[in-house]
């Protein structure tokens, strides 16, 4: 008898020793590398499973505040210090699936984690489909629904309330001279602030062109769409020094929309703000 408990004590130690800490009852360990995901993330109830992010996550603000988190550089990824977390699930992002997925094979190989690589969300309807897909990684697929549910209706209280007004045509402020780069078609942004009735200058160009100081000239837009994170004395002096905009409506500040870039850039729970706050710098 003393021998056949022996033997069950010790095979009940080899499998505690096999499980991974979701089998241990620990919940999931959860890695989120683009701060759009780590947002949805949060917003479907698994904030505190995370357990590593990177250093451009900031919201939300527990988030930002959490020194125990592990803060990765996604250009620099340390796959020891990865598996060193013992994830069971990692969150990455079509954008960076070229550099990370060798690693992150050999990663989930090693550690036993699932990886998910959310597509990226060209459009409104397709940051629903991100939703979605996290949603049905972590077996939350009604919590999805619930927050692209409510994601639609601040969308719609927004195209209502300014469907009625004349389309002001905007410039796109992606980045400064010397290279100028804006939003073109096919592009989340331009879908987004179609959606507020703000039409975009450049809206015959595919992607992020670069253009020059004669083209935005050329386009005469109404406004100026910022998305840079300048303050709103920066933003000035940068049209002001663009040679060609001092003449220009957009170099009037009234015309300058400054947006946080983290609610107009990023495809995830908080466009409908940052589509709230263009809408009333544009209209209001």
């Known amino acids: 008898m ?13 499998l505690m020793a096999a499980c991974s800490p979701s089998e241990e009852g620990g919940g999931p360990r959860i890695v989120s590398l683009m701060p759009s995901n780590t947002e949805i993330i949060s917003e479907l ?6 357990v590593g992010v990177t250093t451009e996550d900031d919201y939300p603000e527990s988030v930002a505040d959490d020194e125990e988190l592990l803060r990765m550089d996604t250009f620099e990824l340390d796959e020891e210090q990865l598996i060193g ?7 990455a992002h079509e954008s960076s699936d ?3 997925r060798e690693m992150l ?31 049905a990684f972590f077996s939350a697929e009604e919590d999805a629904e619930d927050v692209i549910s409510g994601i639609a209706r601040e969308l719609g209280d927004l195209k209502g309330q300014y469907s009625d007004e004349d389309t002001r045509s905007a410039f796109i ?43 935005i000239v050329e386009r005469d837009p ?22 060609g905009l001092q003449d220009m409506a957009v170099s009037d500040p009234e015309n300058q929309c400054n947006i946080n870039p983290d609610l107009l850039t990023r495809p995830g729970p908080r466009i409908a703000e940052g589509l709230g706050q263009t809408a009333e710098c544009v209209y209001e």
């Open 2 to 14: 003393d021998r056949m408990k022996g033997i069950l004590m010790f095979a009940a130690v080899l």
């Open 45 to 50: 109830g698994f904030e505190d499973e995370l």
């Open 85 to 91: 977390l013992e994830p069971t699930h990692i969150v």
């Open 98 to 100: 070229g550099m990370h």
């Open 105 to 135: 094979d050999r990663v989930a190989e090693t550690t036993g984690a699932e990886v998910l690589t959310v597509e990226e969300a060209r459009d409104i309807d397709e940051i629903y489909e991100s939703i979605r897909q996290i949603g």
């Open 173 to 215: 402020h992606i980045s400064d001279q010397p290279e100028i780069y804006t939003a073109g078609s096919g592009t989340f942004i331009d879908d987004a602030l179609a959606w507020i009735d703000v039409g975009n200058a450049f809206d015959d160009m595919e992607g992020y062109p670069a253009v020059s100081a004669e083209d």
């Open 222 to 243: 109404d406004i100026l769409v910022s998305v840079m994170g300048l303050s709103d004395e920066a933003l000035s002096q940068s049209v002001s020094d663009t040679p």
